[in-house]
């Protein structure tokens, strides 16, 4: 029998080599995170040591030893957390490390390679692949008495384990585009997005340790817009209040239960999702106008938000 060697550029396929070139580009920016809390996994975002990795990751600890492909291990302090989005930011000390680039989670195609990188059960710089199998999925997150679903959650079957949490979830060009967050199955992972929501939260946790969020004091729904409306509004749904928690900032400003918000400040509401994204820190303290339908006229409502106690 004769054996014939090829060239490495041949032995390997083109899905072979995407994702060879996506683990030698990504590796160096992971780094393997331990604390007393456990372990996980985190990304480099600066090259003067900031991290992203998973709140839940560093739940019960201030600082972390992340360690590196190269072997370097370094302490990291815990700059904020995010529970409700489940996000993090650490600070190593350290200034010459290697940044990852973020890409945007809203490019991304049903069917598209992405490659994770993490530590699952310890074991450094482990490297899976596989594609996106659904987008736009939600993952429930609570902190305290506030809950909140997540957006936008991207679906994998790259193989997750424990560990990989806080790791990154790469597109074809080793940009990252999803922090690795759950194993909801065996071939069911899910990743938090990189898109422009979140990179307002990782912005707000680099600069002000939290992410301040807007409170209303409802509970919602969505809702189907009578045809007359959603034909002149060009959408087809709302945000049913279903309770107005007593002494909140809705209940002081005569919001009702069966009232159906379609916009907040001229910004169209169609879902829940739409209203939970919009209630940013900026509206906190400042009038708000609801655009509102109650029992088939619209009008108007002036709401004063407060902050989100987490």
């Known amino acids: 029998m004769e054996f014939v060697s090829l060239p490495d550029e041949e032995a390997f396929d083109a899905y072979s080599q995407a994702v060879m070139r996506v683990a030698e580009r990504l590796s160096p920016s992971v780094a393997s995170l331990r604390s007393r809390g456990g372990g996980g996994s985190g990304v480099v975002i600066t090259p003067d040591g900031f991290l992203l990795t998973s709140a839940h990751v560093v739940q019960r600890t201030r600082r972390a030893h992340a360690t590196f492909t190269d072997g370097r ?6 700059i904020g957390r995010d529970p409700l989005s489940d ?9 010459d490390l290697v ?7 809203e490019r991304l195609r049903v069917g598209q390679l992405v490659v994770a990188i993490g530590n699952p059960h310890g074991f450094a710089g482990s490297v899976t692949a596989g594609v996106v199998s659904a987008l736009g999925r ?14 936008d959650v991207i679906q994998t079957d790259a193989a997750l384990n424990p560990g990989n949490s806080g790791g990154a979830l790469a597109d074809g060009l080793g940009r ?5 967050t759950a194993v909801a199955g065996v071939g069911l992972g899910l990743a938090v997005p990189i898109n422009a929501a979140t990179r307002k939260i990782v912005a707000a946790l680099m600069t002000d340790g939290c992410y301040r969020r807007a409170y209303l004091g409802i509970a919602g729904g969505p809702r189907p817009l009578p ?14 209040v279903v309770e107005v928690v007593d002494g909140g900032p809705a209940a002081e400003a005569g919001l009702r239960p069966e009232d159906l918000i379609v916009a907040v400040d ?3 509401v169609e879902g829940m999702g739409d209203l939970l994204r919009l209630m940013d820190g900026s509206l906190i303290g400042g009038p708000v106008k609801l655009d509102v339908v109650r029992e088939g ?6 709401v004063v938000p407060v902050e989100l106690e987490v």
């Open 99 to 105: 940044a990852a680039e973020l890409g945007d989670a």
């Open 266 to 268: 001229g910004a169209a």
């Open 73 to 78: 291990e370094f302490e990291a302090t815990v």
């Open 297 to 302: 006229r619209e009008l108007s409502v002036a």
């Open 138 to 151: 939600s993952l429930p997150t609570r902190s305290g008495a506030a809950t909140r679903w997540v957006d």
């Open 176 to 180: 990252v585009v999803g922090v690795n």
């Open 87 to 95: 996000l993090a930011v650490l600070r190593a000390e350290a200034r």
């Open 227 to 240: 045809p007359r409306l959603a034909s002149r509004l060009g959408r087809h749904g709302g945000v049913e």
